[in-house]
């Protein structure tokens, strides 16, 4: 079944000079968490269009973020690692979803994200992305193991050491579309962006 929801503001996009006005005659009226730059759909919506013009790099999404904040005349309410660490999360489930893919340093957008952006212009929340298997079964994985240790782990640390090996992302030796398999791959991505003598935890 399709869901339909009102239209919302691109709030990704300078050209959207309503919503940067009403943020400068009302500063500080969101939650610190609420501003609206910082939500899943905003940020996803961010995340795609700059896949779709090559590749997207996390730092790339972090300087574009930052230029809406600044064009709406504000700080972002979060920390630098804070922000950065909400649009590496919305990178790693647009990856589980299959939307987009590594590419160099960055990402671009698969035929499947394509797909979406052309569906979702504005935007995808993370329901939206229930209906791709990938994600479906990664965010069923999370549920029933909680947030605990669990089995993922090993192929989680795995995929993260192959990547500070020098391991190619196509070298994941685990059967695709398995929960190791997506492990893997979220372990090699969040090396692209760790210091180089940081172990993950």
């Known amino acids: 079944l399709t ?26 009226i969101l939650f610190r968490d609420d501003h609206a730059f910082l939500q ?3 940020l996803i919506a ?14 790339g999404c972090v300087a574009r973020l930052h230029a809406l904040f600044e064009q709406a005349g504000e700080d972002p309410p979060l920390t630098p690692d804070e922000v950065r660490d909400r649009l590496r999360r ?12 590594p590419e160099g ?4 957008l698969t035929d499947r994200g394509r797909e979406a952006l052309h569906r979702h212009p504005l935007g995808m929340d993370r329901a939206d ?9 990664a965010v069923t994985a999370d549920a029933q193991h909680g947030a605990g240790m669990d089995a993922r782990q090993r192929s989680y ?25 997506l492990a893997w791959e979220n372990g090699w991505m969040e090396a692209l962006d760790a210091p180089e003598d940081h172990t993950p935890s």
Do not use: C, W
Request: glycine residues 6%; proline residues 10%; without cysteine.
């Open 90 to 101: 919305n990178i790693v489930a647009l990856h589980t979803a299959r939307l987009i893919e």
């Open 129 to 137: 992305l229930m209906e791709y298997p990938e994600y479906a079964a």
């Open 40 to 42: 899943a759909p905003q």
């Open 105 to 108: 340093e960055g990402y671009r």
């Open 3 to 28: 869901r339909h929801r009102p239209p919302q503001p691109a709030l990704y996009h300078p050209s959207t000079p309503s919503y940067l006005s009403r943020m400068k005659r009302h500063p500080g």
């Open 157 to 181: 640390d795995q995929g993260y050491a192959a990547r500070r090996a020098g391991l190619r992302f196509t070298e994941n030796p685990y059967t695709q579309n398995t929960v190791d398999h």
């Open 46 to 59: 961010l995340i795609l269009h700059l896949a779709e013009k090559g590749a997207a790099s996390l730092d």
